[in-house]
């Protein structure tokens, strides 16, 4: 998780005099510029981290400053605090040593005086917990790991992977991976893998793949781009929040839809305030939808 690298980058800068990002890059298993971007939200943090350039640069900590644990309130400590908490819940005691580590520094954390204000809820049902212990083990052991995959069209098939790293997204739990039948970095949804088995097979990581985190990935799913008319925009950053990118003109939307009848429910309901720039298929399927449409109505 992010918030557990930023805490380990913190750390790391403390207890070094000096650290490169390509070291970090490397530690994390992340990119370059993701690193640069995590000393960024350190920095406004309030933690002055001093950047330096050429042969011998890289990242430390601003001469004369310590960080203790009266630099954090009991209220900051309270929000990663619970944070961890709820990921220990689904992900199955994983981060319980760090969580006790938060404790010990702020014991009113374990006397309730937890900060409850704000609650994250990354609980799971029973089941995907069964399926994300397993994948958790498969990715620190770098083991292969197979399974049974439902797409959205309901298709079945096996599925043979190089699992990175499961990550959280607006109350589902998925998988990066790479997907050996695909020869692709791949995203899969938890809800739709079965018979999952963890193989004695040890893969090595593939730096240049694993690095993209933030680049475009070969999803599972139609992967769209639409455009919107600005006089729908409010509807649109509603409905798409944080997807959306604002150029004056228009409002373009780069999406996943993992089901391709709410891809074109979506474009019908906007009617000729919205154009699919790609892909070409989704294209042909609402032109489909629309002819039918008119014949209900002939």
């Not at 949804?189 to 090595?204: G, H, K, N, P, Y």
Request: charged residues 25%; glycine residues 6%; negative net charge.
């Amino acid at each position: 998780m992010k918030l557990d690298r930023l805490l380990a980058i913190t750390i790391e800068l403390i207890t070094k005099k000096r650290v490169t990002a390509t070291e970090l890059a490397a530690r994390f298993e992340v990119s370059v510029r993701t690193i640069y971007r995590d000393v960024e939200l350190i920095n406004q943090a309030g933690i002055p981290v001093v950047s330096f350039t050429g042969a011998d640069g890289g990242f430390e900590l601003m001469e004369g400053f310590f960080l203790t644990k009266q630099h954090f309130s009991v209220k900051d400590f309270s929000v990663i605090y619970n944070l961890l908490k709820s990921t220990e819940g689904a992900i199955g005691g994983k981060y319980s040593t760090l969580v006790q580590k938060l404790g010990s520094l702020q014991p009113a954390l374990l006397n309730g005086g937890s900060d409850e204000s704000i609650i994250f809820n990354l609980s799971t049902v029973e089941d995907e917990k069964a399926t994300i212990h397993p994948l958790s083990e498969a990715i620190q052991q770098n083991r292969v790991t197979t399974f049974l995959y439902r797409s959205a069209s309901g298709t079945v098939s096996e599925r043979r992977v190089e699992p990175l790293r499961l990550f959280w997204e607006r109350g589902a739990w998925y998988l990066q991976a790479i997907c050996l039948l695909r020869q692709a970095n791949r995203i899969f949804r938890l809800s739709r893998m079965t018979a999952i088995e963890v193989t004695d097979v040890i893969f090595q990581p593939r730096k240049d793949q694993t690095s993209q985190e933030e680049e475009t990935q070969d999803f599972e799913g139609t992967l769209a781009h639409l455009r919107f008319d600005p006089s729908v925009g409010i509807r649109v950053l509603e409905q798409f929040p944080g997807e959306c990118t604002h150029h004056g003109t228009h409002i373009d939307l780069h999406k996943v839809f993992y089901k391709r009848d709410y891809a074109i429910s979506v474009v019908l309901s906007y009617g000729a305030k919205v154009e699919i720039i790609s892909p070409d298929d989704l294209k042909e399927d609402v032109l489909k939808e629309i002819k039918e449409i008119q014949q209900r109505y002939q």
